[in-house]
């Protein structure tokens, strides 16, 4: 294997290496395929099945948007323990609205999304300018809401939704072009395949594109083989997905929200002067002061986001059961937070990718569903979850105190 270590890529040289794996970067990646491959023997097969691929993602979506939200607040060094409770109470209000009151869907969804912003604006206030600590805002936000959750329902549930909701939250994209025969696996919308080609071809233009640029920089990049088998290896991943979901109902709607949520908040986290202010107040709250970061307003806005986030889970939560109840939400926060933990995120706040938490997600589900496939009682669910995320701390805390001797 090679390294490219030079700053002009025109006279750019190879100098030889060894292979080496970042187990600190790239080992949530390889525990998550070590999981499912585990599972996938123990179901005998069942867990990659194309139905079981969308129950997946549609059972587990608004951990999953909980999840992008939570990533941000524990990079920049706080929690929220309330997101549950958020959940609950913004689904509640889309039921009044839609099932009570008939307002349009759009605009219900619309005045919900802005409850939960408000929401979020209530507690960022609270932390970033009143000066209490995130944990107990939440604290008290889970315990508000959740009763606002029961006195907007009346302790009973609301339904059904309107079926636009239901189908944002439970249906799949139409078949807009023909099926397709892929032999012995059968039939695939062509349609969902032309959409997993084209995102392969923007992770390839992305990725080459980063490489380029840390060359021009005199960065250390991979040698360009290992650079094509990594791409190669994501691309294969992906396409099976995309194939197994065309071959059952073409995509999930949450799905593709889901896709664009990820997308754009790993661009805001990487790419904007707002993202590299989280980590900045993350990995150091006074050198980041120093520095001209706007703590205060940093700290509310994320706040302000994960409210928004917690508000669209919530609706989607309440339209994949078709009724808002005062009990949604139970534990949301903690799958949340496992997620973002168990996807990379440091416990002292300044590190963590959002893409890392949608893979710690991912963890949760495939061991909550392959479990549940092979009859594990909840106990064992619940134990082997706990585990998971000890193990993953446990990993973040030996890997800091590694890298500190070696230096």
Do not use: C
């Not at 009151?101 to 209530?122: F, R």
């Not at 944990?135 to 508000?144: N, P």
């Not at 949520?261 to 993202?275: D, H, K, M, N, P």
Request: no cysteine; aromatic share 8%.
């Amino acid at each position: 294997m090679t390294t490219i270590v030079e700053a002009d890529p025109e006279t750019a040289v190879t100098a030889p290496t060894r292979f080496s794996v970042n187990l600190r970067q790239s080992g949530i990646y390889i525990a998550f395929a070590a999981i499912v491959v585990l599972f996938e023997i123990l179901t005998s097969g069942s867990l990659l099945e194309p139905q079981n691929i969308s129950n997946i993602v549609v059972q587990n979506s608004y951990i999953l948007i909980l999840a992008i939200g939570m990533i941000l607040i524990i990079i920049a060094g706080h929690i929220d323990l309330s997101a549950g409770s958020v959940v609950a109470v913004t689904g509640a209000v889309a039921a009044v609205l839609m099932v009570d009151l008939d307002v349009p869907w759009p605009l219900a969804i619309l005045a919900t999304l802005v409850v939960g912003a408000l929401i979020g604006a209530w507690q960022g206030f609270w932390i970033a300018y009143f000066g209490i600590p995130a944990f107990i805002v939440t604290l008290a936000g889970m315990l508000v809401f959740r009763a606002l959750t029961m006195t907007v329902l009346g302790n009973q549930g609301i339904g059904p939704f309107p079926d636009d909701v239901r189908t944002l939250a439970n249906g799949f994209t139409p078949g807009f072009l023909n099926n397709v025969g892929l032999g012995v696996l059968g039939g695939a919308d062509l349609f969902t395949l032309l959409v997993g080609l084209a995102a392969v071809a923007g992770i390839v233009a992305v990725q080459w594109r980063a490489r380029r640029a840390r060359i021009g920089y005199g960065q250390t990049v991979d040698g360009l083989p290992v650079f094509v088998a990594k791409i190669a290896g994501a691309a294969l991943v992906l396409m099976f997905i995309v194939v197994q979901l065309a071959r059952f109902k073409n995509l999930p709607w949450v799905l593709v929200l889901l896709a664009a949520l990820v997308l754009a908040y790993t661009l805001i986290s990487q790419r904007t002067v707002f993202g590299r202010h989280i980590y900045a107040v993350g990995g150091n709250l006074q050198a980041a002061g120093l520095s001209g970061v706007k703590v205060k307003s940093v700290t509310f806005w994320i706040f302000v986001n994960m409210g928004l986030l917690a508000s669209i889970a919530g609706i989607i939560f309440a339209g994949r059961l078709n009724q808002a109840g005062p009990t949604a939400g139970n534990a949301f926060e903690l799958d949340a937070i496992a997620a973002a933990f168990i996807g990379g995120a440091a416990v002292q706040g300044g590190v963590g990718k959002v893409v890392g938490a949608i893979t710690g997600g991912l963890i949760m589900a495939v061991i909550n569903n392959g479990m549940s496939l092979i009859g594990s009682p909840s106990e064992r669910v619940m134990l082997v979850k706990g585990l998971v995320l000890l193990a993953a701390v446990a990993f973040d805390v030996w890997a800091k105190r590694r890298a500190g001797r070696s230096r």
